[in-house]
């Protein structure tokens, strides 16, 4: 019989905005698939946002959306990246103190990252979690013809 649940297979993505720097390694994240479950609370999320700019005063508007996004992004970065080598600095005032392995469940170090950074990472687990695009890619629509 076929398998319906998701796989607890990860893959790891090399990141083009960290590449190897002499004979360093570059950066990388391992990531997974979201279930339906977690694919289902990601799009309520972002529906929220779409009621909201429908039903929303021009004012509220701006502040609403970018608080969804964040929360959306959030829900993403929590669930998907398995394991990474990125880090900051242990004292973001002083380099010389030494580096830490950010915590991708702690919103501030995924506001912390450059943002080329994080939207290479964001593009990644939209890539993976895109079934509709993954499908088109391999030339079958969404209807499996």
Same mark, same amino acid.
Request: aromatic share 4%; proline share 4%.
């Given at each position: 019989?076929?398998?319906? /649940? ?8 090399? #990141? ?14 391992? #990531? ?7 694919? $289902? ?26 608080? $969804?996004?964040?929360?959306? /992004?959030? #829900?993403?970065?929590?669930?998907? $990246?398995?394991?990474?080598?990125? /880090? ?36 990644? $687990? ?9 499908? /088109? ?9």
């Amino acid at each position: 019989m076929p398998r319906a /649940t998701v796989s607890k297979a990860t893959e790891t993505k090399q #990141l083009t905005t960290l590449p190897p720097v002499d004979g360093d390694e570059g950066g990388w994240v391992e #990531l997974r698939r979201m279930s339906y479950g977690e694919k $289902i609370a990601k799009d309520a999320e972002a529906m929220k946002m779409k009621f909201g700019m429908d039903d929303a005063a021009a004012g509220n508007m701006n502040a609403e959306v970018a608080m $969804i996004n964040e929360r959306v /992004t959030l #829900l993403e970065f929590q669930r998907c $990246i398995v394991d990474h080598n990125l /880090t900051a600095p242990v004292d973001p005032e002083d380099d010389t103190k030494g580096e830490r392995k950010l915590d991708f469940k702690k919103f501030s170090d995924v506001q912390a990252l450059d943002p080329r950074v994080g939207d290479e990472i964001s593009t990644l $687990i939209g890539e993976m979690n895109d079934f509709e695009k993954a499908v /088109t890619k391999q030339g079958v629509d969404a209807k499996g013809k």
